[in-house]
């Protein structure tokens, strides 16, 4: 298992680290045996395996079940569970009393949360509770409403301004990676500079420390909204639909079941059962 200070060294040495998404079991294990650095059980598994168009609804008991399913799966390999919608904004004990059922109950090694200003506080607040966090800046999805969608952040020069003082803000309050999402690549790069934590990127070109994508974006699996900045590296949708086509059609059909796939009573429990050898 990598820890944290594996991650710093990565980044000192050039190695990226590659992050990717996983909401269960056997993708934990797929994720495992392919070399990946991070798995990452992503808010995202509100809109590709439970159905919401957003990932608000989804709650702490969620990224539990989830979490606990991709730990069985990967015991191996560093765990990080976003924390969900809402979570993490409320009073200190409340922040406190989710962020270690999460951590406890799941196994992770290490927490996501959204945000900057007050949410700095609650990095250093639970980085000083013994919990690793990585932080989430640039495009935030749980922020989407008052965003006015996913889109781009960072353009303005303002704006990168802004992005890099939380982000150094975030290394300073302890967390031990940061997540930047559809930014510029430009500026990924110059957060990447800045910071002696790796910094991780989706939707923010090649020049972050490591990448992050979402498992089913990343094989097509399922037919949802793919983002720009994905990559189809296989098309797992469509293997599923091809292999599910032709199991409907050779049922239909009387193929399937063929030989191979049955089983078959001795001859004397036929005699037995119909008073002759004839079973069939
Ligand atoms: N399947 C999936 N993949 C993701 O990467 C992902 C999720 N879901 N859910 C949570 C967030 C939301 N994310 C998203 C979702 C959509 C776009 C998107 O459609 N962006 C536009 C560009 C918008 C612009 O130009 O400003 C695009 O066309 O890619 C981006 C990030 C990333 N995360
Ligand atoms: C897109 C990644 C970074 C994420 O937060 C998620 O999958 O929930
Ligand atoms: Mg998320």
Redesign the pocket.
């Known amino acids: 298992m990598k820890t944290t200070a594996d991650f710093l060294n990565m980044k000192k040495d050039g190695e990226k680290v590659v992050m990717l998404t996983a909401y269960d079991y056997p993708t934990a294990k797929f994720a495992e045996d392919s070399g990946v650095d991070v798995i990452l059980v992503?808010?995202?598994l509100?809109?590709?395996v439970l159905g919401y168009d957003?990932?608000v609804p989804v709650t702490v008991n969620d990224m539990i079940h989830h979490g606990k399913a991709v730990r069985r799966g990967a015991k191996d390999t560093f765990v990080v569970v976003d924390m969900p919608f809402g979570s993490y904004h409320g009073s200190y004990d409340r922040t406190l009393q989710d962020a270690v059922r999460i951590f406890q109950e799941t196994g992770a090694n290490a927490l996501k949360l959204e945000g900057s200003g007050e949410v700095i506080h609650v990095i250093g607040m639970l980085t000083d509770t013994g919990i690793p966090v990585v932080a989430h800046l640039g495009?935030l999805?749980q922020h989407?409403g008052v965003l006015g969608?996913?889109?781009?952040q960072g353009k303005t020069a303002e704006a990168a301004e802004q992005l890099i003082s939380d982000a150094l803000a975030a290394e300073r309050a302890g967390a031990c990676m940061v997540v930047v999402?559809?930014v510029p690549y430009q500026l990924a790069k110059k957060v990447s500079e800045a910071l002696t934590i790796p910094v991780i990127g989706?939707?923010a070109g090649a020049e972050t420390d490591g990448q992050v994508?979402?498992f089913?974006?990343t094989v097509q699996f399922g037919n949802?909204?793919?983002?720009?900045?994905?990559k189809k590296f296989s098309d797992a949708g469509r293997t599923i639909h091809d292999g599910l086509t032709a199991y409907v059609e050779e049922v239909k059909n009387g193929s399937f079941p063929a030989e191979q796939h049955r089983f078959t009573m001795k001859e004397e429990e036929l005699v037995t059962l119909y008073g002759s050898g004839k079973g069939e």
């Open positions: 992503g808010d995202s509100g809109m590709v957003s990932t495009l999805p989407a969608g996913y889109k781009v999402e559809c989706i939707g994508l979402v089913h974006d949802h909204h793919i983002p720009k900045f994905v």
